[in-house]
């Protein structure tokens, strides 16, 4: 290491030592923190802990860009869907929007923006592809018959949507207040705790969601065993024996899987404040977060519903929170 690194280190060190013992602010840190570069503090010393790989989310932005394009033609084309293409263009703006942040962090780790920039919008973004996700469990109740369902199919988007926007509220507040703590100077630990209640209650959302698309599965599964076809609904066999629509099946069920555990990833994340070992680790980051969530939108393009939902489906007005439409 070169004498201006072991400076630079001394320095730090010091800085931390005087905020801990409670002689100095955050902003002696922070300040010392943003006036570094890669020539003259080692990495240990920015706002990652590491530099984050230009390959690696280079490739995720490229996806999430990607990912945008196609939501956004595939609901175009089809025509439906209007809140689920919504929910997921919103989630991969603010994906794309994270891993430019990331991408500019590469050229210098040091500076604040890009930081914030990506913490704030990869955290929020999944919420929106959550959302997404609920708007689907209440079509495919329908295909395979209301009657095996505890709940009336449109209870689940009027159930689990407000849930989900508790959680974003709480999640962009947090990040907003973070953010704003962190550019006065100040330590954004009452933020990154909002955001952590944002996320866990997202967690415990989307684990009640699992809890019971899976119950609706067993009761479909067990009904059909016991009463044969007079089960299901007889009006959309030919939508249900389709192949899109078994493998729009799949990819709901492994997105949704993908979007809990990264969920279940960022709020250990988060729970070790900015400084943890997790935050500080950028192969958890590739695999639980990038990795994770660029397979649930991937999926969810390959199957897009609105052109797997086909034979006998008559879209429904409000987002998908009203009735069905009439057929003229």
């Keep these: ?44 010393l920015s706002y990652w ?16 860009s ?15 869907f209007l809140g689920f293409t919504i929910a997921m263009v919103s989630g ?8 430019a942040g990331r991408v500019m962090s590469y050229y210098n780790p040091f500076k604040e923006d890009g930081f914030l920039m990506q913490i704030v919008c990869l955290t929020i973004a999944p919420a929106f592809m959550a959302a ?13 018959g209301a009657e095996n369902s505890r709940i009336k199919p449109l209870s689940y988007p009027r159930i689990f949507i ?30 990154n705790n909002i955001m952590i209640a944002g996320l866990a209650f997202q967690v415990a959302t989307l684990f009640v969601f699992i809890i019971l698309a899976t119950d609706f599965s067993f009761r479909t599964f067990t009904r059909v065993r016991r009463m044969g076809k007079e089960a299901l609904d007889e009006r959309h066999e030919q939508l249900r024996n389709s192949w899109p629509f ?29 400084t943890g070992h997790l935050i500080e680790t ?18 969810l393009n390959a199957f897009h519903p609105g052109l797997c939902f086909r034979e006998g489906y008559q879209e429904r007005k409000g987002l998908g929170f009203g009735k069905s439409k009439q057929p003229s």
């Design 92 to 99: 991969n703006i603010l994906e794309v929007l994270g891993y």
């Design 162 to 191: 407000p849930c989900d926007v508790i959680s974003l509220l709480l999640q962009a507040a947090g990040g907003g207040l973070a953010s704003a703590q962190s550019h006065a100077n100040k330590d954004p630990t009452t933020g």
């Design 132 to 144: 997404g996700i609920y708007f689907c469990l209440s079509r495919i109740v329908m295909t395979f």
């Design 246 to 274: 078994k493998g729009f099946l799949v990819a709901l069920a492994f997105a949704t899987l993908c979007i809990f555990t990264r969920s279940v990833y960022r709020v250990a994340e988060l729970s070790e404040g900015w």
């Design 49 to 64: 802990a590491y530099r984050p790989s230009l390959v690696a989310n280079g490739i995720f932005l490229g996806i999430f």
């Design 66 to 80: 990607l990912s945008l394009v196609l939501f956004l033609c595939q609901g175009i084309l089809s025509k439906r």
């Design 282 to 299: 950028q192969k958890y980051f590739i695999g639980l977060e990038g990795a994770v969530v660029g397979a649930a939108v991937l999926s």
């Design 1 to 44: 290491m070169s004498a201006g690194f072991d400076l630079s280190a001394q320095l730090f060190s010091r800085a931390e030592a005087n905020v801990t013992r409670g002689n100095s602010t955050y902003q002696e840190w922070k300040d010392y923190r943003d006036s570094c570069t890669l020539d003259t503090c080692p990495l240990s």
